[in-house]
């Protein structure tokens, strides 16, 4: 019975869910970075991405106008007073989301940031009064002149669901980010394409020679490129930095180029051989007869064939050149910053501007947006390059 048609058994079901299960564990951190780079500050500190539609509770340091300014601090029935909205600086709203916030709590220390209730006054000292509403009004008495700065008032406030592109708008067109960040666009798009089609091209022929050419030493040859597959990369970035050294392509693109095509080819040859091994022998022997050579045989025929499999590394190559962070830091040296890759420029904004979260998602999101064009635009060859010479 457990065989019958149209049911389906338990590994089955087992598989399905897995696969659902590794979908999912990718979507959420990528939909998570989308939301926080369309969030502010306050709201990414004080509520998750999933609560992103939903009102969330703040906590606020806010100042009120500044008594020095013009026409701020008024004479009313012999008391000096200054009134306004915290929520309102210059005239304007700190945002649209703050416009139509609401307080629930308030205080005018950082110790006590809950000791009064909205409506009520707090006593500043030296005949100094506030009071602050629900909605962020306050008025600011004193029997004297008020000077200095605004005072200080931290608030707890509910606030609506807010939604901004300041965060693109400071990474991609203003900001102190703008050049840096769009530097380190092209400066890995320079790494990256050349290391993914040079170790292409290479691996091609080889593949080639591996998968339809007789010569002494193949099957050795093939074992070597197998087992190169496990050599971890961090074992041999010493030794080949100093070897680029002494022949003096360190310190650069070329040496960088030179070691992603190092660590890639191993898959490449592997993958392609095994994708050509199951092409027809009919073809490649039909077009010996009629007087082909090698070359022409690789060009004419495999190398249109083999699409697929080219696609499928292509893919492969361009994320882990894209996203890699180690060789670009050990081969791409660079005090100057003119040769930073993107990934190392967002470690450098986590170290420079902190706190920054809604930046650091902006400029995390934009790198990542490339390589999912290029997965989405050529999945459709990625699921038959890997199954390549897996069915006879």
Not at 216 to 225: E, F, H, N, S, T
Not at 265 to 271: H, N
Not at 328 to 336: E, G, M, R
Not at 345 to 354: A, K, M, S
Request: charged share 15%; aromatic share 10%.
């Amino acid at each position: 019975m457990e065989n019958i048609a149209g049911s389906k058994s338990a590994l089955s079901w087992i598989v399905q869910l897995s696969a659902l299960a590794l979908v999912l564990l990718w979507l959420f951190p990528t939909v998570g970075l989308l939301v926080s780079s369309f969030r502010t500050s306050d709201q990414i500190a004080s509520s998750g991405w999933w609560q992103s539609l939903f009102p969330t509770e703040q906590n606020l340091t806010l100042r009120t106008a500044d008594p020095d300014d013009e026409g701020v601090q008024q004479l009313i029935d012999g008391v000096y007073t200054v009134s306004g909205n915290l929520f309102v600086v210059e005239g304007d709203a700190d945002s649209a989301a703050e416009s139509e916030a609401t307080i629930s709590i308030w205080g005018t220390s950082s110790r006590d940031i809950a000791a009064y209730q909205p409506g009520e006054t707090a006593d500043l000292g030296d005949g100094e009064q506030i009071t602050v509403e629900v909605n962020g009004d306050y008025v600011w008495t004193s029997p004297t002149e008020l000077s200095g700065r605004g005072q200080r008032a931290f608030v707890t406030a509910t606030t609506p669901p807010e939604f901004t592109t300041e965060n693109y708008e400071t990474v991609l067109i203003s900001g102190n980010t703008t050049d840096s960040m769009a530097k380190a666009f092209f400066n890995t798009l320079t790494v990256t394409i050349p290391a993914t089609i040079i170790p292409i091209v290479i691996a091609a022929f080889a593949a080639y020679a591996l998968a339809w050419m007789d010569f002494p030493g193949r099957a050795l040859l093939i074992a070597c490129v197998v087992g190169l597959l496990v050599v971890p990369l961090q074992l041999a970035l010493i030794p080949l930095l100093r070897l680029h050294l002494e022949i003096g392509i360190g310190k650069g693109y070329l040496g960088t180029w030179m070691a992603h095509t190092g660590f890639g080819l191993p898959l490449a040859i592997y993958l392609l051989r095994n994708y050509m091994v199951g092409l027809p022998r009919d073809i490649i022997e039909n077009a010996k007869v009629d007087g082909a050579t090698d070359f022409q045989i690789f060009t004419k025929i495999i190398l249109p064939l083999s699409f697929p499999a080219l696609a499928s590394f292509a893919i492969f190559q361009f994320l882990w050149t894209w996203n890699d962070l180690l060789v670009a830091k050990v081969f791409l040296i660079d005090a100057t910053g003119q040769t930073t890759v993107m990934t190392n420029q967002i470690v450098e904004l986590l170290g420079t501007r902190g706190g920054n979260w809604e930046i650091l998602a902006t400029a995390a999101f934009v790198s990542i947006s490339v390589p999912l064009v290029v997965f989405f635009a050529m999945q459709k060859y990625l699921v038959r390059g890997l199954l390549a010479g897996s069915v006879k």
